[in-house]
């Protein structure tokens, strides 16, 4: 458990530093006592010497202070808990009554070294039982004070411990979910390309092929230097985009248009990984290979609010359906992958455009700067 806890920033009290607290609370308490001890024995006539209000103000609580890791170690240890509250509950009454009668037996002898005051004149024998009567009530409860301090301390170190435990859980599930996303993506992205090279071969197009073949390659590259990124900066995408985008275009030859609009502000912004190669894949696939009159693709990402908004354009058939639903691997993908990067705070959507389709994508701004911190 100790190694446990010290993996989780939440080590184990010592008693160097329960005594010092326990002395940082008793210093107060005790001066407290010793102005109420000196000026309610002057109101009734009885005054005392300072130094016989302070003995009798400070002893008791600075007696428990030394006592409290002791008592504070067995609360922790002897916890009054569903399933064992009973004997929990006989092992604190005896181990109080010890406590509270040490506490005493303690006061007790430093009076009768320093100078009895008036309720400590005799000899131990005579005072002890005297003072037991009168003060053992206090003294069983500040020992339950000790024991339900505690028990605070550990009901919130378990708390603490079991929300750190849940959310390091959630973090690797999260990961493992977001690589296994990944690792479906990116066949998907293999399995088009190969289909783009296979359909330049029929074509008789040899070198577009071979050269797509070499592309492919470089894209791959950078694809297994980004396997364990869940984000990566918009210029590091928009490098993997336009190398996607040549492949695409030994494919349409001279029809397939593209033009890239990003503010210079915009490229530290982090995006996740293989975020807009399926956004214009979609605007390809589903826009320019439908209708043979289209054969432009637009890309532009700025900054709005605390958002970074990327929007994917193509000049084909209007899209007509309502947001993004059903529309491949890709996209569904992608949207997968922004929820569990940001939970609700993300957007993406598929609109009809006047001159053919929208893409939308927003996600949380974050600059490659601030990420660093």
């Known amino acids: 458990m100790s190694h446990d806890l010290q993996a989780t920033g939440h080590p184990t009290p010592g008693w160097a530093r329960i005594w010092l607290l326990a002395f940082a609370v008793a210093t107060p308490l005790g001066w407290s006592s010793v102005a109420f001890v000196y000026f309610g024995m002057l109101a ?22 030394l006592l409290t890791p002791i008592v504070f170690s067995l609360g922790r240890r002897v916890r009054l808990e569903r399933d064992q509250w009973v004997g929990a509950l006989m092992v604190h009454l005896v181990c109080g009554t010890i406590v509270a009668l040490v506490d005493l037996a303690m006061v007790t002898a430093i009076n009768q070294y320093f100078g009895p005051t008036v309720s400590f004149i005799g000899s131990f024998s005579e005072v002890y039982p005297r003072i037991v009567l009168r003060y053992f009530h206090f003294a069983f409860i500040i020992y339950w004070v ?14 603490r411990d079991g929300e750190l435990e849940s959310l390091a859980l959630q973090a690797e ?10 690792m479906q993506l990116q066949p998907h992205f293999l399995f088009n390309t190969l289909h783009t090279i296979a359909s330049l071969v029929r074509e008789g197009r040899g070198e577009a092929a071979t050269a797509t073949i070499a592309r492919l390659g470089d894209l791959f590259r950078q694809t297994l230097g980004n396997v364990e990124r869940n984000e990566v900066p918009l210029r590091e995408e928009l490098s993997f985009i336009e190398a996607y985008l ?7 030859c001279d029809r397939l248009a593209v033009r890239i609009e990003v503010g210079p502000d915009t490229l530290e912004a982090w995006i996740p990984t293989m975020a807009l190669q399926p956004l214009v894949e979609n605007a390809i696939r589903h826009g320019i290979a439908r209708d043979p009159s ?6 532009s990402a700025r900054r709005r609010d605390q958002s970074l908004r990327v929007e994917v354009r193509n000049d084909g058939p209007s899209y007509t ?33 006047e001159r053919g389709t929208l893409v939308v994508l927003e996600v949380p701004w974050r600059s490659e700067r601030e990420a660093l911190r």
């Open 173 to 182: 599930l999260t990961q493992a979910q977001l690589a296994a996303l990944r």
């Open 146 to 159: 000790i024991v339900a301090a505690a028990h605070a301390t550990e009901y919130y170190k378990s708390t």
């Open 246 to 252: 040549e492949i695409e275009q030994s494919r349409f």
């Open 321 to 353: 359906g309502g947001g993004v639903s059903a529309d491949g691997v890709g996209l569904s993908n992608t949207r997968a992958r922004l929820r569990r990067l940001y939970g609700s705070g993300y957007l993406l959507e598929l609109l009809p455009d």
């Open 294 to 299: 289209a054969g432009r693709v637009e890309v």
């Open 44 to 65: 009734v006539g009885r005054p005392l010497t300072f130094e016989q209000a302070t003995l009798a103000g400070l002893q008791d609580w600075y007696s428990w202070a």
